[in-house]
């Protein structure tokens, strides 16, 4: 092995940078990324430390080592002395927090809770049944003072003026997570969970509590947590042996959830007792639960829709799917809608294919498959005689809810990798480069859009956009949590 190789191998071991493993999702942020935030301080600390490794020791070390040796080791000192600068400074953030002025008091919202993944069954990322914002002012944008790196891929829960959102963080050493408790009318901390493992689920709040989820694909170990709505305590915890990118299903005081190779859970909502347990599947996407019956695909080991007693956690019935099953299913008028797909968050797939499936749901037979010819990621929504979704092949789409039949598609710059919420005529959809679209229902033409990277250089939307009292909110993955709305 060269000296050249051992280097870099040694370089690789300090700065904590680890090679990127097959997913669903991918690493939210990471050491690398707390280090590129202190990139201005830490350059200058590194030139320093090298430079002055380099004059002190040349003479010394000559009588032992020839000059690359003696470079090497400058350069592997100068690194253990950037890291632990990058430390301390993390522990002493000097950044403010992003807070626009507020355009005007939220109206109060009807609705009290977000009991899933979307807000309903219908997955319209919509509750109080306000229209959403006609036009694309930015009222505000936020991100933690307290915290230099950190990434909103979880979608937003909105309910009577406060918002719910998980987040994911870094430092140089580890990572972990928040769940936030924002103020929806001026962007204000009510208050701040910390959580173990980084936080891609997204929160359901339902009987004065909030529940979510907290892992990656590559995490074990990971926590579901219950947590007080009203003042941010632990209520308690449920330990997975897996992750939990699944957002729970919350209705009957029971919570659904998928939690990866632990299968799907059925936990008493005050309690957190285990009710039963499906396992010998892996399941990562977010169970819907209707008249009876658990929903959901799976995407390892085998493809396919299940369909489980929710008194009992019995198999009612399996059907079978060609393509990975990642979306999380829409039920409505006795039909179950679920995206599928060779492609992930992390990776496009060489061989595309997938689209759009609706099955019966209390047979499970496959009544039509729309294909896209790409993968549909996410949960598709439904509105009146139509579902809409949006595309790896960067469309979003409307389709007839009984026939499968292509009402309209649109395109937009980029894939869209999460759902579109609807409310009204309106859809609104997030692709995956930062833009946000309004189109038309019934016609599909854009009505306006506006670029996030307004706000943040690529920002990277795999959040969806939740519409509560006239205004958008969404996630992006670099920073900031933002609220479109008319100014």
């Known amino acids: 092995m060269s000296s050249k190789t051992k280097l870099l191998i040694l370089i690789i071991m300090l700065t904590g940078i680890t090679m990127p493993v097959y997913a669903v999702i991918p690493q939210l942020v990471g050491p690398f990324q707390a280090l590129l935030a202190m990139l201005p301080q830490l350059l200058a600390i590194l030139a320093a430390s090298i430079a002055t490794v380099w004059l002190t020791s040349r003479m010394w070390l ?163 947590y219950c947590i007080d709505k009203d003042t941010g305590k632990l209520v308690w915890s449920h330990q997975a042996a897996s992750h939990v990118e699944s957002s729970p299903y919350v209705v009957d005081g029971k919570v659904f959830v998928a939690a990866g190779d632990d299968g799907i859970y059925c936990l008493d909502a005050e309690t957190g007792k285990v009710k039963w347990q499906y396992e010998g599947i892996h399941v990562d996407g977010s169970p819907a639960v209707w008249l009876g019956g658990v929903y959901f695909g799976t995407a390892y080991g085998e493809f396919a829709v299940y369909c ?92 007839s809810a009984d026939s499968g039949k292509l009402k309209w598609k649109t395109k937009v710059d980029s894939p869209v990798l999460s759902s579109p919420a609807i409310v009204g005529n309106d859809v609104y959809a997030a692709s995956k480069e930062g833009y946000i679209y309004c189109i038309d229902l019934e016609k599909g033409n854009v009505k306006w859009k506006y670029d996030t990277s307004d706000v943040v250089d690529n920002p990277n939307i795999l959040s969806s956009p939740a519409i509560a009292n006239g205004r958008l909110y969404i996630g992006l993955a670099r920073k900031y949590l933002i609220c479109l709305g008319e100014k």
């Open 62 to 224: 000559s009588r032992i080592f020839n000059r690359k040796v003696i470079f090497a080791l400058s350069v592997v000192l100068g690194l253990i002395i950037i890291i632990g600068a990058g430390a301390f400074l993390l522990r002493s953030p000097s950044q403010e927090a992003i807070i626009a002025e507020s355009k005007g008091e939220a109206k109060t919202q009807v609705a009290k809770a977000w009991i899933t993944f979307r807000g309903n069954l219908k997955r319209t990322g919509n509750i109080d049944g306000q229209a959403g914002p006609s036009s694309c002012g930015l009222i505000w944008t936020f991100s933690d003072p307290k915290v230099r790196v950190i990434d909103f891929s979880s979608s937003p829960a909105v309910v009577e003026n406060r918002i719910y959102v998980g987040s994911a963080e870094a430092s140089v050493f580890s990572s972990s997570g928040n769940v936030y408790c924002i103020d929806a009318k001026n962007a204000k901390i009510i208050w701040k969970f910390p959580t173990e493992k980084q936080v891609f689920s997204s929160p359901t709040a339902a009987y004065s509590k909030v529940y979510v989820g907290e892992g990656l694909h590559y995490d074990v170990d990971c926590k579901l």
């Open 308 to 399: 489980l007693d929710a008194e009992t956690g019995e198999k009612l019935w399996k059907t079978k799917m060609d393509c990975n099953v990642w979306g999380s299913p829409s039920i409505a008028s006795g039909k179950v809608y679920l995206g599928v797909g060779h492609s992930t968050f992390v990776e496009e797939s060489k061989e595309p294919a997938g689209g759009v499936v609706c099955l019966n749901a209390r047979t499970g037979e496959k009544e039509w498959f729309y294909d896209v010819k790409d993968t549909v990621l996410s949960a598709v929504s439904i509105a009146e005689d139509k579902i809409l979704f949006g595309a790896y092949d960067g469309n979003v789409y409307a389709v």
